[in-house]
């Protein structure tokens, strides 16, 4: 009489969404590397307070200039930090 197979204990499928993501979905560095190296040497080349000083400052117009352009600087932010992310 043989045993019903049982998954191995270490075969389980992972709970987090992004490690069952499949390679298809996964972002694709060759090229979108080469399309953000200008941006990136460019950021390279400035003083290293560009970058926290601009964020602040696009934070601080974010919540204390009227609506419409608030929410352009916030959104300036939030597609900075994405970018990076995504990279």
Known sequence: MSKPSEPHPNARRSGNPAKRASAASAPRPAQT???SYAA???LTAQPK???PVATVAL???GLFLPRALGA???LVVAAF???LGYL
């Open 49 to 51: 307070l560009l970058v």
């Open 40 to 42: 990136l040497s460019w």
């Open 72 to 74: 352009l600087c916030l």
């Open 33 to 35: 590397t080469p399309r």
């Open 81 to 83: 930090l994405g970018w």
């Open 59 to 61: 934070v601080l117009g």
